[in-house]
């Protein structure tokens, strides 16, 4: 008696051990299966060194002296950016790479990248991006949508007023975010477009993208503040 169940413990110790293997190596291969899904996807992320002017309105645009090429991915854009500072995305505390985004997803509309400074600041970069692949990957390797720089010394954001020698290039001129800039210029440069009485001027080019100047005149006399840039999307 005491021998069968002498065999029946150690019979259940060796089903519960063999099943507890099954579950860890499912959980390995599912691990495995995710991390073979993100790399199989191929994306040229390019770096500084690929820096190359847009054919665009804006060329290219500049913060701290360093140039930016109009960013195709997530992973581009947080390569310039980390000539700046560490980058991370939104609050997580993560790199782009780290992070993922869903098969088709698409970003929140608050997403952005946040720079760290080696002082200790940091600003916020909102930018919009999607996933055009039917898997998993990771935000690095996501197209950009959208991307909006800023710099406004009298906000009460504290994420907005770290750069300020923020300049945009176009063919005809250098637009700097330095305070003294406003609508006028750009009523100059490029034209008077339609727009709103809140000093936000918006313009296009051939090659369907959308830029935004945010001239502010809410007691700023019209002093521009930032811009934003749309990319051209797919009609469907």
């Known amino acids: 008696m005491l021998k ?6 150690i ?5 519960l051990g063999l099943t507890g293997c099954s579950k860890l190596d499912e959980k390995d291969d599912k691990a495995d299966k995710k991390d073979n899904d993100v790399e199989e996807v191929n994306v040229d992320i390019k770096t500084v060194d690929d820096f190359q002017e847009s054919q665009g309105l804006i060329k290219y ?3 701290e002296d ?20 560490t980058v991370t995305l939104n609050d997580t505390g993560n790199s782009v790479e780290d992070e993922e985004i869903d098969a088709n997803g698409i970003s929140a509309m608050v997403a952005y990248l946040n720079v760290e ?5 940091s600003q916020r970069f909102p930018v919009r991006y ?15 949508t959208q991307i909006e720089v800023k710099y406004d010394g009298l906000s009460s954001f504290d994420y ?11 063919e005809d001129y250098t637009f700097k975010m330095d305070g003294k800039v406003n609508l006028h210029k750009f009523y100059n440069i490029l034209g008077d477009p339609e727009h709103a009485t809140d000093g936000r001027l918006d313009y296009s080019d051939s090659l369907g993208y959308s830029y935004t100047f945010d001239c502010c005149n809410e007691n ?17």
């Open 4 to 9: 069968k169940l002498c065999t029946l413990v």
């Open 130 to 144: 999607k996933n055009d692949f039917d898997k998993e990957i990771s935000v690095a390797q996501a197209k950009v």
């Open 220 to 236: 700023r006399k019209g002093i521009f503040r930032g811009f934003i840039i749309k990319y051209p999307q797919p009609v469907e």
């Open 61 to 63: 645009f500049t913060i």
């Open 11 to 15: 019979t259940s110790g060796l089903i």
């Open 66 to 85: 360093k140039n930016f090429s109009i960013p195709e991915t997530v992973g581009e854009y947080a390569n310039y950016l980390s000539q700046l500072g």
């Open 160 to 170: 907005e007023k770290v750069f300020n020698s923020v300049e945009v290039v176009t």
């Open 117 to 121: 400074t080696e002082d200790g600041e």
